[in-house]
């Protein structure tokens, strides 16, 4: 059964948690109210990322207990042997088993969780007000076939965009594409007109590095959702199908085909790695990157090192492309990074795991994700105004203890309320409109995000040979750029995906789609 179907109302559930609070509850809810004023700590297992975790009893950790009324017991793992610990704890003793676990979706973890070892909250989340918030689609996500099994840390859901060369729009007189044919022209326009103005023929519209991955927000991905082929599949005539067998995918393919072969590519798209990608950028050799955010902030500190405040010139943001109709299909992330879940080996009964959800419940407490996120007002940070959107660091080695310690903590926040917390006051004029046009147009694109319907879906198929299956795709899809296929040698390579168990992953994937 989809998800969806099994979670309530968002705002049903929350009401129903209030008027359970307010009532009561039952003799089950009594026995919880009591395990919640145990003395024992709540014992919880997170990577941290500093050079040290944080000392136990530091200033943090008082602030969230004082505020949960409740004991924790944090067991800090260096990030870099997280997931090696992970494996050994659930292999483990019981005894040694946290109550709570930050936890990635692995094969390991799948077993477990399908296997019994943690509770499943599929129906538990709307019973708890901040956790009946969160996002149905980002639940989903980060469920396994639907059931949920731990609560997600919450990232940025949009962080798609085109990065354009601001100055050299300028400089030709042309308009900040908005669409997907916008950006071809001036793909096109920054490969013949000399926007950098040298009087040499030595720019290209689009850089793009090698990307032989399927499905993970990369610059084709971006593409194809653009054109309306959906985000990784997509469901047509009620049943769902790869995005790649659909015909708004191949008109992304001839697309691309089209600006390789005009020029308007880098011609080592192919080869380029990754950690080069920003190069041509910089240089001035490229005016083009289909990306996200982050990218374009570090663009920006790349040019404001060569010249201070340049960044704010020649980087432009135009968040995701409609196509060629005026429809916009933005692809968002999962809107998650791990989940906290709870094993039943430490958590033993209904009494004990309602304890422990009323705990990461208050985690979500506006306070609370200030305190995760951000530190203790006048201990290491100050806001910058009465509107609180701004804050600063307080500069002092007491300061940055409490800082450095918060970083520590912020990987057990969860953040499902989806409230916007303060950002860190930007150094100038030129960042803080860069941060506000961002948030625009993140809050823009949320509305027309086109979600993986299969984000959630494990099946044996991809699990054996998932990999061997992305690489026939993804190889054809670069031998096709480059010419080396035509659409009869696509069409072959399709088939290939399919009789080698491509087949096999649509069937046990519209099995899971009930």
Not at 310 to 319: A, E, F, Y
């Amino acid at each position: 059964m989809k998800l969806k179907k099994l979670l309530p109302l968002i705002g049903l559930g929350a009401m129903t948690a209030v008027l359970l609070s307010a009532c009561g509850g039952n003799s089950a809810k009594k026995d919880s109210a009591e395990a919640a004023t145990s003395d024992e700590p709540i014992t919880i297992m997170a990577p941290y990322i500093e050079t040290t975790p944080p000392a136990d009893g530091n200033v943090v950790q008082k602030a969230i207990e004082k505020y949960t009324d409740t004991k924790i017991k944090m067991s800090w793992v260096p990030n870099t042997s997280y997931g090696d610990k992970t494996n050994i704890v659930m292999a483990g003793d019981a005894k040694d088993m946290p109550e709570v676990m930050v936890i990635s979706k692995t094969a390991g973890f799948i077993k477990s969780a399908q296997a019994g070892a943690y509770w499943d909250l599929t129906d538990k989340l709307k019973d708890y007000p901040n956790l009946a918030k969160s996002d149905e689609n980002i639940v989903e996500a980060s469920s396994v076939n639907g059931t949920v099994y731990g609560i997600y840390r919450g990232r940025d859901l949009v962080r798609s965009t085109a990065i354009i060369r601001k100055d050299w729009l300028e400089n030709l007189g042309l308009e900040e594409p908005k669409t997907v044919e916008d950006l071809y022209n001036v793909a096109k326009a920054f490969t013949e007109e000399d926007p950098d103005g040298n009087g040499q023929n030595d720019t290209v519209g689009i850089n793009i590095p090698k990307w032989p991955n399927l499905n993970n927000g990369g610059p084709y991905d971006l593409l194809a959702t653009w054109l309306g082929a959906g985000n990784g599949w997509v469901e047509k005539d009620g049943k769902l199908i790869p995005s790649f067998e659909t015909d708004e995918y191949m008109d992304s393919l001839k697309l691309m085909q089209k600006m390789v072969q005009e020029g308007l590519v880098n011609k080592d798209f192919a080869t380029l790695e990754t950690d080069k990608w920003n190069d041509n950028f910089v240089s001035g050799k490229a005016g083009i990157i289909l990306d996200t955010y982050s990218r374009a902030a570090s663009l920006r500190s790349l040019f404001n090192q060569q010249e201070e405040g340049s960044g704010n010139d020649k980087v432009l943001i135009t968040g995701n492309l409609a196509n060629n109709d005026g429809t916009t299909y933005s692809l968002p992330t999962d809107g998650y990074s791990s989940f906290l879940a709870i094993p039943k080996a430490s958590v033993k009964t209904e009494a004990d795991l309602d304890r422990v959800l009323t705990f990461l419940d208050k985690l979500n407490d506006t306070e609370m994700l200030t305190l995760l996120n951000i530190g203790i007002e006048g201990e290491n940070f100050e806001y910058t105004d009465d509107t609180k959107q701004y804050y600063t660091l307080i500069d002092t080695p007491e300061a940055s203890a409490v800082t450095d310690a918060t970083k520590s903590f912020a990987q057990i926040s969860m953040g499902t309320t989806g409230e916007k917390l303060p950002k860190a006051q930007p150094a100038t004029d030129g960042d803080k409109e860069f941060a506000e046009v961002r948030a625009t147009l993140e809050a823009r694109d949320a509305k027309t995000a086109v979600f993986n319907p299969t984000a959630s879906f494990i099946t044996d198929t991809y699990t054996t040979k998932g990999a061997q299956l992305d690489q026939i795709i993804g190889d054809a899809r670069t031998k096709y750029f480059a010419g080396q296929l035509d659409d009869a040698g696509w069409q072959a390579a399709v088939e290939l995906w399919q009789s080698s168990g491509g087949n096999d992953l649509i069937e046990e994937t519209n099995a899971l789609n009930k």
